[in-house]
């Protein structure tokens, strides 16, 4: 909780509640109270309502027509109508209003497809229906808390997943550090709501690693997410096929009973759609979308290997066309980010990453430090040698600091002979140990040049901040330069390190 908590922390902003009559329902049903429950649902009359007329609905009927709460609690049970209810309560609850960017509705079609292939899935492997579809309902709940806590950043992290195609996880971590099972899992610790869900949320995008006592219920909520993607996502191929193997290999579903799994959620999924007051959205079983592409094949009527040829050609020229276009994206790229002789980034992306970096230091209490080198007497090279020699030491430079950092420092050429590196979770002493070890091997390097050889000596000014005192990037740069001064002032060929 104290990830989560600091989150909200760092806005002054609250936490998500969980909305009142949800706590009575969860309370009522842990109490076993038939009476209880009925009569808290009867408080809302819409929402008695909508109950009953979902309870009569295909997916949760048992054939027998449900006239009041109290025969709905007799058939369905009170916590699979506690789950009915909550349903209704969560999607209205914590659904907003507005022109935002992020899409409820789709969120909550998603998350309600996953919750009847979840039950669907369970029902056939002899397992708890309510628990799972509960499970499966709240699973990605976590993306509701983060966007709640900084909807900006987690528009930033959908966009990332969209453009450069990488999973929902990876985006968050990149942007927040955590990622939306963490963040689920906590809010459920914090809601007070059975523990069991915690496990479901934490693993359900890995149920490989998830407790052996859960495992296979874990399983099916992953294989439900993957069923309500295949409608709402692309690459529904892929998908498909990945639902098919795995129910078979680990829950022992036949092919045939995992793909009329399928094709029941989205039957299942249209029909309570409209219920939920969701906007309307047509979700079409997949084996009529597979036979309709065939009967399209059968009536353009071309040879079949013909066919196959041709797609393989085009494939073939499409993964040419990508791959040109990916190659051009990165020179394209490179050209605005880094800087051309060294190719290590220029100022200007290092100026973003700065201010990136101080941010997220302050965010997770981390310390960062930078260090601005010059290499002394610049000039003097260019002159005796030549300005092709000059730029061959810059490049050389360049190397050396490659070599000698980890991959998430961050290298930049700052301008003329001045580099600079930013240092995440590196606070001073750390830094200035680094600095030293640069200047000490620069010193004895040999540059070489047609036919000179020669040495030279660099300067170094080392500045930290502390992430509990607020500092901008005018006065992180300012204290680095400096302290470069000072190490230029005092003789040269030496390092100068300031703690802001």
């Known amino acids: 909780m104290k990830v989560l908590k600091e989150l909200a922390r760092q806005k002054e902003l609250d936490l998500p509640s969980f909305p009142p009559l949800a706590i009575k329902l969860v309370e009522a049903v842990k109490e076993g109270s038939f009476e209880k429950l009925a009569k808290l649902i009867q408080l809302d009359p819409a929402l008695s309502s909508k109950v009953l007329k979902l309870a009569n609905s295909p997916f949760f009927s048992h054939g027998k027509k449900v006239e009041d709460l109290k025969s709905a609690i007799a058939i369905l049970g009170t916590e699979m109508l506690q789950n009915i209810a909550l349903s209704f309560i969560l999607i209205k609850h914590f659904t907003q209003k507005g022109k935002g960017k992020f899409d409820f509705a789709h969120f ?149 009973t995992t793909e009329s799994l399928i094709d029941k959620t989205a039957n299942k999924a249209q029909e309570i759609f409209a219920i939920f007051d969701l906007v309307s959205y047509e979700i079409i079983p997949y084996s009529l979308i597979l036979a309709e592409a065939n009967k399209e094949l059968k009536r353009i009527n071309i040879n079949y290997a013909l066919l196959l040829q041709q797609l393989k050609e085009e494939k073939e020229r499409a993964e040419r066309l990508a791959k040109k276009l990916k190659e051009s994206n990165i020179r394209l790229r490179e050209i605005a980010l880094k800087d051309a002789l060294t190719t290590l980034y220029n100022r200007h992306y ?9 941010e997220r230091s302050f965010r997770y209490n981390q310390p960062l430090s930078i260090a601005i080198l010059d290499i002394d007497f610049f000039k003097n090279i260019n002159d005796k040698y030549g300005h092709l020699c000059g730029d061959k030491v810059l490049k050389t430079l360049a190397e050396i600091l490659r070599e000698e950092t980890r991959k998430s420092d961050i290298l930049a050429r700052y301008g003329g002979e001045e580099f600079v590196i930013l240092l995440p979770s590196t606070n001073l002493q750390g830094a200035k140990t680094l600095a030293e070890r640069l200047r000490q091997k620069i010193e004895k390097y040999e540059f070489s040049c047609e036919k000179y050889k020669f040495s030279i000596t660099v300067s170094f000014g080392v500045a930290s901040l502390d992430p509990k005192k607020k500092t901008t990037v005018i006065d992180f740069l300012s204290a680095a330069d400096k302290a470069l001064y000072i190490s230029k002032r005092q003789g040269r060929n030496r390092t100068t390190a300031v703690q802001l």
């Open 108 to 256: 909550w079609r998603r998350s309600l497809t996953a919750a009847i292939a979840a039950s669907l899935l369970a029902e056939e492997c002899g397992l708890s229906r309510e628990r799972l579809y509960l499970g499966a309902l709240l699973m990605d709940f976590g993306i509701l808390v983060m966007y709640h806590l900084y909807p900006d950043d987690y528009i930033q992290v959908l966009e990332s997943k969209k453009i450069e195609e990488i999973s929902i996880l990876e985006a968050e971590k990149r942007v927040f550090g955590i990622t939306h099972p963490e963040v689920g899992k906590e809010i459920i610790a914090i809601w007070k709501l059975p523990s069991y869900l915690e496990s479901f949320i934490l693993y359900h995008h890995n149920p490989d690693v998830a407790p052996d006592i859960l495992k296979k219920e874990i399983e099916i909520l992953y294989l439900a997410d993957r069923t309500s993607s295949i409608y709402f996502t692309n690459r529904t191929a892929d998908k498909y096929s990945i639902v098919l193997e795995r129910a078979n290999k680990i829950l022992g579903l036949s092919f045939q």
């Open 350 to 358: 290092f100026q973003k990453r700065l201010e990136e970096e101080i």
